[in-house]
C-alpha cells in the first residue's frame, strides 16, 4: 500500500514563541545554511537556547507601482525571550497565526513544492481564499528526504 506523502488538514493554528526573526534577502544573501547558523549563534552569545527547528516564512509583496517582491524570513525559537535585540534581527514573544490550511509532507526537499500546490488546488477546488503568506516548518531531516509542515493562512473567517 502507498504511503500518503501529503498529509492536508484545515483550521489548524501555528504558534510559535520567542521566535527570532531575521529577512533574508535572496540576492544579498550568503547561503541559507550560513544565515541559519549565524542565527542559532546569536541566540547562544544571548544567553539562550535555540529549540525546535528551523522555520520560513514566505511572502509575495506588491507595491504600487505593481512590483512584485518575495519577503523571506527565517525564524528560530529559542528557550527564552531575549531583550535588547539588534538589527538585522527581530524578536517576538508569540506569532499565532489561525485559521490554517496545512499540510504534513514527507519525500525529498526537492518536491517540497508539492505541499504547497497540494494546499492551493484543494483552497481552488473547495472556493477557499488564502492570504498568500506561509510558514514552513523542516521537522526532520534524513537520507531519506525532509519531514516539513506547511501552514497557509486563509483569507476568509471560516
Same mark, same amino acid.
Given at each position: ?9 484545515d483550521n489548524k493554528i501555528l504558534k510559535l514563541t520567542n ?5 533574508? =534577502? ?7 545554511? /550560513?544565515?541559519?547558523? $549565524?542565527?542559532?549563534?546569536? *541566540?547562544? !552569545?544571548?544567553? +539562550? ?14 507595491? =504600487? ?7 523571506? /524570513?527565517?525564524?528560530? $525559537?529559542?528557550?527564552?525571550? *531575549?531583550? !535588547?535585540?539588534? +538589527? ?17 509532507y514527507a519525500g525529498e526537499e526537492s518536491k517540497l513544492k508539492f505541499a504547497y500546490d ?41
Amino acid at each position: 500500500m502507498k504511503k500518503d506523502k501529503i498529509q492536508i488538514s484545515d483550521n489548524k493554528i501555528l504558534k510559535l514563541t520567542n521566535v527570532l526573526v531575521k529577512e533574508i =534577502d535572496l540576492k544579498d544573501s550568503n547561503g541559507l545554511d /550560513k544565515e541559519v547558523f $549565524q542565527m542559532e549563534n546569536y *541566540i547562544k !552569545n544571548r544567553g +539562550a537556547q535555540p529549540i525546535g527547528p528551523l522555520i520560513q516564512f514566505t511572502n509575495v509583496e506588491t507595491s =504600487d507601482t505593481n512590483e512584485v517582491k518575495i519577503v523571506v /524570513k527565517l525564524m528560530r $525559537q529559542s528557550n527564552t525571550f *531575549i531583550h !535588547n535585540i539588534e +538589527a538585522p534581527y527581530k524578536m517576538e514573544s508569540i506569532i499565532r497565526v489561525k485559521n490554517c490550511m496545512y499540510a504534513r509532507y514527507a519525500g525529498e526537499e526537492s518536491k517540497l513544492k508539492f505541499a504547497y500546490d497540494k494546499i492551493n488546488l484543494i483552497a481552488f477546488e473547495e472556493d477557499i481564499s488564502l492570504k498568500g503568506d506561509c510558514y514552513t516548518i523542516f521537522v526532520n531531516s534524513n537520507d531519506d528526504g525532509i519531514i516539513a509542515d506547511v501552514f497557509m493562512e486563509r483569507a476568509d473567517n471560516e
